[in-house]
């Protein structure tokens, strides 16, 4: 039997497996993707880029390229149906990103040409061992069996992970109670009432399931007459997953939702879910991680699912690649599973809220009004767009509490164009307007990039040090005395180490 090595395996060529990839062979870790499709399915669960997944993608330059594969941008989110307002987060992306899922695996797979390395489509991983040393993974393909070694395996298989069920770590949660469908229909004439052009995938969405019980609604997906229903009726019992979407169906739905008038000209795909929510307890076990639906499952409501294996695979790269390259200080790797399985949860959690079922009965009917009441609130509506969008993520990082340790560095317009733009190498950067922290980060300048500004605009900091997901991991507050610069500086030191390593000889750098 044929046997390869390589540093890395990632099973799985949807988002997350793409992204991780990029994000591995952009720090020059060798790595292979294994697809068992032997071609892109072209089918599109997710449609949208939530806007904190569009400032991950401008992170390494990959918004030109989304460009074109999107419908063009929704000005807002929404928390089951409610309209969220994505304004007021000191972003350049207010707005989600309409674009098919088959694009955004289109954009990644053409980066990940781009960096040398590639998808092995038609590979599919039928099992592995690990020990301390590395994994094995045995692969079937349409030549017949092979074997992988590799000093790391990542599964980013989906919600029916293979490499889940083989690790065999549990996987708790609650089973389907709903039973949903969607399905891209293609239309010759449509109610009234359906709205054919949105602001905000809110005003898709059939309010208050219309009265009548179950909630949906019909998303135009660019085409004339072509639009994508989701459809969900809480009274419906349990259906055979595999079993075909009907137009009989499909036609019901419509005229649940919107009234008369629907006339159907062609089903183009349609598939069954359910709000089946569960995640992992450990998202690594030795040499083998888990991301994105492999580690965790939930109801796809407010289109958070690809983003949040994409920010799981952008957490996790950096990370991986400095374990593998022999650089990492100790436990960076584990704060993989520290860091994202709370944000995980957190997922986990409001879609179960938002999967709340809307039927007739009229205590179930007000609370719902109650809801849309709140979800109008200032306040309460920021708190619920951080959430959807991912703006509200913060890590534990140690220091001194300030706005933005722990949290994303917004997107700065700096003199030589945007913060952004510094993080395309992916590594950390620091930002500084004193010499001196730059002068301290010299010795780490194979992993961290210093700059030097006149000013930090619209922060309240003389200087950051930015992982090279785009985290905060240290802070200089502004016009601090000159016992808080020695004290900041001897935190910069410990934040290099914490996520840097250690320094470099000293002689070695000029
Ligand atoms: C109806 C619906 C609508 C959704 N809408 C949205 C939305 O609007 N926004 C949003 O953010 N999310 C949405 N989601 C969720 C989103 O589609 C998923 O979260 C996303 O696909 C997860 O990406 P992934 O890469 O982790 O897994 P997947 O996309 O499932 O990719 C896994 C890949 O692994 C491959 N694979 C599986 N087993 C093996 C094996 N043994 N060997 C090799 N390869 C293997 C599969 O063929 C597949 O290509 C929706 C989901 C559903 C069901």
Same mark, same amino acid.
């Given at each position: 039997?044929?046997t390869?090595?390589?540093?890395?395996?990632?099973?799985?060529?949807?988002? #997350?497996?793409?992204?991780?990839?990029?994000?591995?062979?952009? &720090? +020059? /870790? %060798?790595? @292979?993707?294994?697809? *068992? =499709? $032997? !071609?892109?399915?072209?089918?599109?669960?997710?449609?949208?880029?939530?806007?904190?997944?569009?400032?991950?993608?401008?992170?390494?330059?990959?918004?030109?390229?989304?460009?074109?594969?999107?419908h063009?941008?929704?000005?807002s989110?929404?928390?089951?149906?409610?309209?969220?307002?994505?304004?007021?987060?000191q #972003?350049?992306?207010?707005?989600?990103?309409?674009?098919?899922? &088959? +694009? /955004? %695996?289109? @954009?990644?797979?053409? *980066? =990940? $040409? !781009?960096?040398?390395?590639?998808?092995?489509?038609?590979?599919?991983?039928?099992?592995f061992?690990?020990?301390?040393?590395?994994?094995?993974?045995?692969?079937?393909t349409t030549?017949?069996?092979?074997r992988?070694?590799?000093?790391?395996?990542?599964?980013?298989?989906?919600?029916?992970?293979?490499?889940?069920?083989?690790?065999?770590?549990?996987?708790?949660?609650?089973?389907?109670?709903?039973?949903?469908? @969607?399905?891209?229909?293609?239309?010759?004439?449509?109610?009234?009432?359906?709205p054919?052009?949105?602001?905000?995938?809110?005003?898709?969405i059939?309010?208050?399931?219309?009265?009548?019980?179950?909630?949906?609604?019909?998303?135009?997906?660019?085409?004339?007459?072509?639009?994508?229903?989701?459809?969900?009726?809480?009274?419906?019992?349990?259906?055979?997953?595999?079993?075909?979407?009907?137009?009989?169906?499909?036609?019901?739905?419509?005229?649940?939702?919107?009234?008369?008038?629907?006339?159907?000209?062609?089903?183009?795909?349609?598939?069954?879910?359910?709000?089946?929510?569960?995640?992992?307890?450990?998202?690594?076990?030795?040499?083998?991680?888990?991301?994105?639906?492999?580690?965790?499952?939930?109801?796809?409501?407010?289109?958070?699912?690809?983003?949040?294996?994409?920010?799981?695979?952008?957490?996790?790269?950096?990370?991986?690649?400095?374990?593998?390259?022999?650089?990492?200080p100790?436990?960076?790797?584990?704060?993989?599973?520290?860091?994202?399985?709370?944000?995980?949860?957190?997922?986990?959690?409001?879609?179960?809220?938002?999967?709340?079922?809307?039927?007739?009965?009229?205590?179930?009917?007000?609370?719902?009004?109650?809801?849309?009441?709140?979800?109008?609130?200032?306040?309460?509506?920021?708190?619920?767009?951080?959430?959807?969008?991912?703006?509200?993520?913060?890590?534990?990082?140690?220091?001194?509490?300030?706005?933005?340790?722990?949290?994303?560095?917004?997107?700065?317009?700096?003199?030589?164009?945007?913060?952004?733009?510094?993080?395309?190498?992916?590594?950390?950067?620091?930002?500084?307007?004193?010499?001196?922290?730059?002068?301290?980060a010299?010795?780490?300048?194979?992993?961290?990039?210093?700059?030097?500004?006149?000013?930090?605009?619209?922060?309240?900091?003389?200087?950051?040090?930015?992982?090279?997901?785009?985290?905060?991991c240290?802070?200089?507050?502004?016009?601090?005395?000159?016992?808080?610069?020695?004290?900041?500086?001897?935190?910069?030191?410990?934040?290099?180490?914490?996520?840097?390593?250690?320094?470099?000889?000293?002689?070695?750098?000029?």
């Amino acid at each position: 039997m044929e046997t390869s090595k390589i540093d890395v395996v990632v099973v799985g060529s949807g988002p #997350t497996g793409l992204m991780l990839a990029t994000e591995l062979a952009l &720090a +020059g /870790v %060798e790595v @292979v993707v294994l697809e *068992r =499709l $032997a !071609e892109p399915s072209g089918q599109s669960k997710a449609l949208n880029l939530q806007p904190r997944t569009a400032e991950v993608f401008d992170l390494r330059g990959l918004m030109e390229p989304t460009r074109e594969y999107a419908h063009g941008t929704w000005g807002s989110g929404h928390f089951g149906g409610r309209p969220l307002s994505y304004e007021g987060w000191q #972003t350049r992306h207010p707005y989600q990103v309409n674009i098919p899922q &088959a +694009g /955004v %695996e289109r @954009v990644l797979e053409d *980066r =990940l $040409a !781009e960096l040398g390395a590639r998808v092995r489509r038609g590979h599919e991983l039928l099992d592995f061992t690990q020990n301390d040393a590395g994994v094995t993974a045995a692969v079937r393909t349409t030549a017949g069996e092979s074997r992988i070694e590799a000093r790391y395996l990542v599964g980013c298989d989906g919600g029916r992970s293979a490499v889940r069920k083989r690790l065999g770590v549990a996987f708790p949660g609650t089973d389907a109670s709903q039973f949903a469908f @969607v399905a891209d229909v293609a239309f010759d004439a449509l109610p009234a009432a359906v709205p054919t052009r949105l602001r905000s995938v809110s005003d898709a969405i059939a309010k208050e399931g219309n009265g009548k019980g179950g909630a949906g609604g019909l998303i135009p997906l660019g085409e004339p007459g072509l639009f994508r229903l989701i459809f969900n009726d809480p009274r419906a019992g349990q259906r055979d997953q595999a079993e075909p979407v009907s137009t009989a169906e499909v036609a019901a739905a419509v005229e649940r939702l919107f009234g008369a008038g629907a006339v159907i000209a062609e089903i183009r795909w349609a598939s069954r879910f359910t709000n089946v929510t569960r995640q992992v307890e450990h998202y690594r076990v030795g040499r083998v991680l888990l991301a994105g639906d492999a580690a965790h499952v939930h109801f796809p409501a407010g289109g958070q699912g690809l983003n949040l294996g994409v920010q799981d695979a952008m957490n996790l790269g950096w990370k991986l690649a400095a374990e593998v390259q022999g650089r990492a200080p100790a436990g960076l790797l584990d704060t993989y599973h520290s860091e994202r399985h709370p944000v995980g949860a957190r997922v986990l959690h409001n879609t179960r809220a938002q999967s709340m079922p809307v039927d007739p009965a009229p205590e179930t009917v007000a609370m719902s009004q109650l809801i849309t009441e709140l979800a109008k609130l200032p306040e309460a509506n920021r708190h619920l767009a951080g959430m959807v969008s991912g703006f509200d993520i913060r890590y534990e990082v140690d220091g001194p509490d300030h706005p933005l340790l722990g949290g994303r560095l917004p997107d700065l317009e700096l003199p030589l164009g945007w913060a952004s733009d510094l993080f395309h190498p992916g590594r950390g950067v620091l930002l500084s307007t004193d010499p001196r922290y730059l002068e301290l980060a010299r010795p780490w300048s194979d992993r961290v990039d210093a700059t030097t500004l006149p000013e930090l605009p619209d922060l309240t900091a003389d200087a950051v040090l930015v992982r090279p997901d785009g985290y905060v991991c240290w802070v200089a507050p502004a016009d601090g005395s000159p016992s808080d610069t020695t004290d900041n500086t001897k935190r910069l030191d410990g934040a290099l180490r914490t996520w840097f390593g250690r320094p470099q000889d000293t002689a070695q750098v000029d």
